[in-house]
């Protein structure tokens, strides 16, 4: 059965879109260890290590409801409905999570943890300009609180308003020199611009400030993955995450984007079972990772084996429902399946949502072509709207952005050689029946 062209899963060597759960930053947006300072880094610290250690994490569940030093704690309602939200969202319950998060605003205003969590969600179920609003409610509390700075920040890159973003950057570092949050979140926005030079200097610098803040350590191996220092990227992961010897131990054994990460460099250097391995680790630490789970049914599909990536893509669509990718591979899934009608769903969804996405047609093309039995349409009907998906696809994606190896002239050829055998055969004269005397016989 012919196998789908498959879009990978994003890539953040540039700025990548907000399908992408990882997307340009990386980071777990709602970690404990985003705190700014370095003594609520050390209490983050301690609980996110106790989660890693269980490998439960998810971003939700690694947002801290512990108070900034200066800012104001959580009431005891709030951090009761807020806990449920985290256990709903690692579930994959969105609606759920965003009902608790919001009971824990109702409870405490002022619960700036909980404007992240919620705007999280809101991101996720494609609530862009909400989402905004809760980053900026809790910034408007907390200013500097640095999981509240990163997802909003994020949002903005996956928005293609990277200018925006520096500005907004440079005005805290402007306020809040001396803050690991900011520096790092500030390195990560030049990373994403190509500025490599002055991302690594202010990296360096956060880990100055706070030598325990993770994400500036993943943002030094990021920048070196965007800047195609693949060795350099690879040297700082494994000392985040494997270490150096007895005196030099792992940094963060369990940090789940530093894995995924990895995992990225090693699908690149096609190393198959190495970045399969990681990837299946990145999920037991983050089940909610997205991308994750969409690099390693990726590689199912790519295997033929639809059956092994069906769930990894559902369970997928449970934590992002808008997520275009996750439709769009689900379909493919679905077709090699023997499951048209589901796969015609998802993919007629991605269509709908992002017509210049002329992957979803392709993979329409290839359910009309090759399925049997596809609802509502006969044979020939088939035949003549795989052509027509193709075409549309050609349109799309010029021959020159689709490359060497491209088949869809190939297909588009092999479905009017099959329809025009069906026009054949209906222009056959029918066999007369038994004893019936042959046309201009005597009788």
Same mark, same amino acid.
């Given at each position: 059965?012919?196998?789908?062209?498959?879009? *990978?899963?994003?890539?953040?060597? /540039?700025?990548?879109?907000?399908?992408?759960?990882?997307?340009?930053?990386?980071?777990? =947006?709602?970690?404990?260890?985003?705190?700014?300072?370095?003594?609520?880094?050390?209490?983050?610290?301690?609980?996110?290590?106790?989660?890693?250690?269980?490998?439960?994490?998810?971003?939700?569940?690694?947002?801290?409801?512990?108070?900034?030093?200066?800012?104001?704690?959580?009431?005891?309602?709030?951090?009761?409905?807020?806990?449920?939200?985290?256990?709903? @969202?690692?579930?994959?319950?969105?609606?759920?999570?965003?009902?608790?998060?919001?009971?824990?605003?109702?409870?405490?205003?002022?619960?700036?943890?909980?404007?992240?969590?919620?705007?999280?969600?809101?991101?996720?179920?494609?609530?862009?300009?909400?989402?905004?609003?809760?980053?900026?409610?809790?910034?408007?509390?907390?200013? &500097?609180?640095?999981?509240?700075?990163?997802?909003?920040?994020?949002?903005?890159?996956?928005?293609?308003?990277?200018?925006?973003?520096?500005? @907004?950057?440079?005005?805290?570092?402007?306020?809040?020199?001396?803050?690991?949050?900011?520096?790092?979140?500030?390195?990560?926005?030049?990373?994403?611009?190509?500025?490599?030079?002055?991302?690594?200097?202010?990296?360096?610098?956060?880990?100055?400030?706070?030598?325990?803040?993770?994400?500036?350590?993943?943002?030094?191996?990021?920048?070196?993955?965007?800047?195609?220092?693949?060795?350099?990227?690879?040297?700082? #992961?494994?000392?985040?995450?494997?270490?150096?010897?007895?005196?030099?131990?792992?940094? &963060?054994?369990?940090?789940?984007?530093?894995?995924?990460?990895?995992? #990225?460099? @090693?699908?690149?250097?096609?190393?198959? !079972?190495?970045?399969?391995?990681?990837?299946?680790?990145?999920?037991?630490?983050?089940?909610?990772?997205?991308?994750?789970?969409?690099?390693?049914?990726?590689?199912?599909?790519?295997?033929?084996?639809?059956?092994?990536?069906?769930?990894?893509?559902?369970?997928? #669509?449970?934590?992002?429902?808008?997520?275009?990718?996750?439709?769009?591979?689900? /379909? &493919?899934?679905?077709? #090699?399946? /023997?499951?048209?009608?589901?796969?015609?769903?998802?993919?007629?969804?991605?269509?709908?949502?992002?017509?210049?996405?002329?992957?979803?047609?392709?993979?329409?093309?290839? =359910?009309?072509?090759?399925?049997?039995?596809?609802?509502?349409?006969?044979?020939?009907?088939?035949?003549?709207?795989?052509?027509?998906? @193709?075409?549309?696809?050609?349109?799309?994606?010029?021959?020159?952005?689709?490359?060497?190896? &491209?088949?869809?002239?190939?297909?588009?050829?092999?479905? *009017?050689? !099959? !329809?025009?055998?069906?026009?054949?055969?209906?222009?056959?004269?029918?066999?007369?029946?038994?004893?019936?005397?042959?046309?201009?016989?005597?009788?």
């Amino acid at each position: 059965m012919k196998v789908a062209r498959l879009i *990978r899963a994003g890539s953040i060597r /540039g700025a990548a879109g907000r399908f992408g759960l990882v997307g340009v930053l990386g980071l777990s =947006v709602l970690g404990l260890a985003s705190c700014s300072s370095s003594d609520a880094s050390k209490r983050a610290k301690t609980a996110a290590d106790a989660a890693g250690e269980q490998g439960t994490e998810t971003a939700a569940a690694e947002a801290g409801a512990a108070a900034r030093p200066g800012q104001p704690a959580m009431s005891e309602a709030a951090a009761s409905a807020y806990a449920a939200g985290q256990e709903a @969202f690692k579930n994959g319950d969105l609606n759920g999570a965003s009902q608790q998060f919001s009971k824990a605003i109702q409870s405490d205003a002022r619960a700036y943890p909980a404007h992240v969590a919620l705007g999280v969600v809101q991101e996720r179920r494609g609530e862009v300009a909400r989402a905004l609003e809760s980053y900026s409610s809790a910034l408007a509390i907390a200013p &500097d609180y640095g999981p509240g700075i990163q997802a909003r920040v994020r949002l903005l890159l996956s928005m293609g308003r990277a200018g925006e973003a520096e500005t @907004f950057m440079r005005g805290l570092a402007a306020k809040y020199p001396e803050s690991a949050a900011v520096l790092a979140t500030l390195a990560e926005v030049l990373s994403a611009r190509g500025d490599s030079t002055s991302a690594q200097e202010l990296a360096q610098k956060a880990l100055k400030k706070d030598p325990d803040y993770r994400p500036a350590m993943v943002t030094l191996a990021r920048d070196h993955y965007r800047a195609r220092r693949l060795d350099l990227a690879l040297y700082t #992961l494994a000392a985040i995450l494997d270490g150096y010897g007895p005196e030099n131990p792992p940094r &963060d054994k369990n940090n789940a984007d530093a894995r995924l990460l990895r995992a #990225l460099i @090693f699908k690149e250097q096609s190393k198959r !079972k190495a970045a399969i391995e990681e990837l299946t680790t990145v999920l037991g630490l983050r089940p909610d990772l997205v991308e994750a789970r969409l690099h390693l049914a990726t590689y199912m599909l790519e295997a033929g084996n639809a059956g092994e990536a069906r769930p990894l893509l559902e369970k997928a #669509l449970e934590y992002d429902p808008s997520n275009v990718l996750v439709h769009l591979n689900l /379909g &493919d899934a679905y077709r #090699l399946l /023997g499951k048209p009608k589901d796969a015609l769903d998802h993919l007629g969804w991605v269509a709908r949502k992002d017509p210049a996405m002329a992957q979803a047609e392709y993979n329409q093309g290839l =359910v009309y072509l090759f399925s049997s039995g596809v609802p509502g349409v006969t044979e020939e009907q088939a035949i003549q709207k795989a052509i027509d998906a @193709f075409e549309h696809f050609k349109k799309l994606e010029p021959r020159a952005a689709r490359g060497q190896g &491209d088949d869809v002239d190939e297909l588009i050829a092999r479905a *009017r050689n !099959k !329809k025009a055998i069906l026009d054949a055969m209906k222009e056959q004269p029918e066999a007369p029946a038994d004893g019936a005397p042959a046309a201009g016989g005597q009788g």
